[in-house]
């Protein structure tokens, strides 16, 4: 029974891992120095389920004017942005089916399906987003 659990567990947390999200932080106080990244989502945004520690491939991630960003992933640090800008995530460690062509993003996430239900069907990584004031 625990196998069928897991199973269904992977199946509707990666598919609820497959939306795009927007990262962004609004302007910090004068005497904050880190901020963690939040996921956008608004009253209408159908995604309000993903894992808040998977970031999906194709995503968005918004810098302002006086911000620096660093992208953490299972405890390091991949990526950098000390200028202001609108970036891509793309790491490949978070299959998307929006983020590819249907087909590849399709055998992906069927792999990641495959990756969760190993590990009872969550997610195997910690992803993260930092902001500091500059």
Same mark, same amino acid.
């Given at each position: 029974?625990? !196998?069928?659990?897991?199973?269904?567990?992977?199946?509707?947390?990666?598919?609820?891992?497959?939306?795009?999200?927007?990262?962004?932080?609004?302007?910090?106080?004068?005497?904050?120095?880190?901020?963690?990244?939040?996921?956008?989502?608004?009253?209408?945004?159908?995604?309000?389920?993903?894992?808040?520690?998977?970031?999906?491939?194709?995503?968005?991630?918004?810098?302002?004017?006086?911000?620096?960003?660093?992208?953490?992933?299972?405890?390091?640090?991949?990526?950098?942005?000390?200028?202001?800008?609108?970036?891509?995530?793309?790491?490949?460690?978070?299959?998307? !089916?929006?983020?590819?062509?249907?087909?590849?993003?399709?055998?992906?996430?069927?792999?990641?399906?495959?990756?969760?239900?190993?590990?009872?069907?969550?997610?195997?990584?910690?992803?993260? !987003?930092?902001?500091?004031?500059?």
């Amino acid at each position: 029974m625990g !196998i069928l659990k897991a199973a269904l567990t992977a199946v509707t947390s990666t598919m609820a891992d497959q939306w795009l999200e927007f990262y962004s932080c609004e302007s910090m106080p004068a005497d904050a120095l880190v901020v963690r990244g939040k996921r956008q989502t608004g009253k209408r945004s159908s995604n309000t389920k993903g894992n808040e520690n998977v970031i999906s491939d194709g995503s968005k991630i918004i810098v302002h004017e006086g911000q620096a960003m660093i992208m953490v992933e299972q405890g390091m640090v991949t990526e950098i942005a000390t200028e202001a800008g609108v970036y891509t995530y793309n790491s490949g460690e978070s299959p998307s !089916i929006f983020s590819s062509s249907f087909g590849r993003g399709l055998i992906d996430t069927f792999k990641e399906m495959w990756e969760r239900i190993k590990f009872g069907g969550e997610a195997a990584k910690d992803q993260r !987003i930092y902001f500091f004031n500059m």
